[in-house]
């Protein structure tokens, strides 16, 4: 079977050329740009949420499975039908093997029930009477597969089968293969196998928990604590006995293999260089060396705390002593309490002295089967004063207490450096006695069986293909006509998305706050990209309005007065240009008059030469400033410059007195 992976690619969209457009008919290019960032992220979003589904059914690490062998099954796929229809056919091995088994014959073949009891084990459990039965899965089935079912709740379950060839571990590397299915979930209980040590006195039918194996691997959880066991057991070449080395703990969770409810391969290599993988549906999920990540170590230290060796009496170990120097001061009294009354505080204003806290209820009454012999005097109980629910406090006031400013506790002298620190003891090393060293723990004691002894508070749970063999490509290929198989049913039987989603949401309530995101993302671009907007030059060209602001009543009557008091200006302004022109023309006219005066004087007594033309200059000059000042008085209309045109006239002039000064601006 070939791998399936995921493409993704950006489809662009009919119509889009990559530039930007222009025009009365579409939105501006910014906001066109905003929106397709908005549609990224929405496509990301649902990317996201379909991707955290399938993390939950797949590895980190890609399933690599190879392709079904043609002679050992066909598959038949109805596209129109909902299920997968599939002509399943017993796996067979296609190399050289230690031990193989599939149930599919519907019996135990070669497999033998202990009949033995667990020591130290009340009575009652100690037999091994777990039941065992050959049937097919309750969910994703494949008809003709059938694999061996642990029935039994709260019993000791035992069955074991001879290797068709004992495995002896010299240069070919081992390869333990098989199959479980948690059908109910797993409360407490396993589902690891052992491989019984070669020995001469080996009878399966005592098969129990202090039987020797040489390797245990396979699942195993109670309570919250979920495994993952590889352990061996290593011969001391020294002693002869036996210890178990546990491979340190995986770095993944195992939580989803036990709860999901799915058929999941568990596989072991172990290989003649002293390296070893776990693997889970054909992923790495540890891997490590035998000599370095076994706990504890398969080869002990080179040196020993010595267990004769004893502490001297004069050692001292304190790092701080206190100052043998130091005398308490004449001022530290000791007995000052840390706590004293607050003698500055006031009895709060209402307090009522007089009244009691609590008081016997007045609406108690006695018991009819109140007996006072027996029971004693009876007593209302007592309830919260209500006298004292307004007002600050009841009954005796009493001053509250602070913390005394003089207080300083008992004296202590303080801590200094001890001249005589020598550091922490230990004892000192020596040469350890049983000490030696394996550089090959691979080379483990023959195995001749294989066995299941397990407990479990959890029926059901299903064991299918157990596999012994070298070579990984044998292991992969019987993989692919067993679980392979299961795996493409249970994946065409799988819910839909929905029900996918639903399911995700109840291990991960966040992923709430995701969903109604994604749905209401695309309602908001469709607003977006819908919703009729009004298109104006303005919007086009990005030019920038303005925004009005609140405007309070004060400033509404002071914009107004403003407005009021220029236009006042503008009047006045209008009336003085009227008064200036009005007052030209008057000045014109007296000018006119004075000319004729002079002349007619001059007709009756004809001045001198000198007379003359110092009075013509005069005449001249009053004109010209009278021009001058007429004006002026036209620009500015002010009190000053008609005051000045009526000096420039003359002051002795009758006429000019008359003219009538206007104040021009008000105050």
Known sequence: MRSSRWVMRWVTPPGFTGERQTGPSILPINSM??????????????????????DEEIQDEDVEVEDFDKNSQETDIDKGSSSLEVMYKTPEPTGEVYFT????????TGWILSKTKKEDTDENIAKYDGRWEVEELKENTVPGDRGLVLKSIARHHAVSAMLTKPFIFDTKPLIVQYEVNFQDGIDCG??????????????????????????????????????????????????????????????????????????????????????????????????????????????????????????PDDWDERAKIPDPNAVKPDDWDEDEPSKIEDRDAVKPEGWLDDELQYIPDPNAEKPEDWDEEMDGEWEAPQIPNPKCETAPGCGEWVRPMMTNPNY??????????????????????????????????????????????????????????????????????????????????ASANEPGMFSQLVTAAEDRPWLWVLYILTLALPVGLGVLFCWPTKKIEEDIDYKKMDVSKPVTKGELEQERGEIDDEAELEEEEKENEDIAVEERRQIEEMKKEMIKEKKKKGRKEPPSEGEGEDKNDEENEAAEGSQEEGDKSNKSGSEDEMKEADESTGSGDGPMKSIRKRRVRKD
């Open 33 to 54: 740009q905003v929106q397709w960032d908005w549609l990224y992220l929405g496509v990301l979003l649902i990317i996201s949420v379909t991707a955290e589904i399938h």
């Open 101 to 108: 088994e599939t149930f599919d014959d519907g019996v135990l």
């Open 190 to 311: 396993g589902a690891y196998v052992k491989l019984l040590s070669s020995s001469d006195d080996l009878d399966l039918e005592y098969f129990f928990d202090k039987t020797p194996y040489t390797i245990m691997f396979g699942p195993d959880k109670c309570g919250e604590d979920y495994k993952l066991h590889f352990i061996f057991r290593h011969k001391n070449p020294k002693s002869g006995d036996y210890e178990e080395k546990h491979a340190k703990r995986p770095d993944v969770d195992l939580k989803k293999f036990y709860s999901d409810k799915r058929t999941h391969l568990y596989t072991l290599v172990l290989k003649p260089d002293d390296t070893f993988e776990m693997l889970i549906d054909q992923s790495v999920v540890s891997k490590g060396n035998l000599l370095e990540d076994m706990v504890p170590p398969v080869n002990p230290p080179k040196e020993i705390e010595d267990p004769n060796d004893k502490k």
């Open 408 to 489: 300083k506790g008992k004296w202590k002298p303080p801590m200094i450096d001890n001249p005589n620190y020598q550091g922490i003891w230990s004892p000192q090393k020596i040469p350890n006695p049983d000490y030696f060293e394996d550089l090959h723990p691979f080379e483990m004691t023959a195995v001749s069986a294989i066995g299941l002894e397990l407990w479990s508070m959890t029926p059901d749970i299903y064991f299918d293909n157990f596999i012994i063999c070298s070579e990984k490509e044998v292991a992969d290929r019987w993989a692919a006509d067993g679980w392979g198989l299961k795996k493409l049913v």
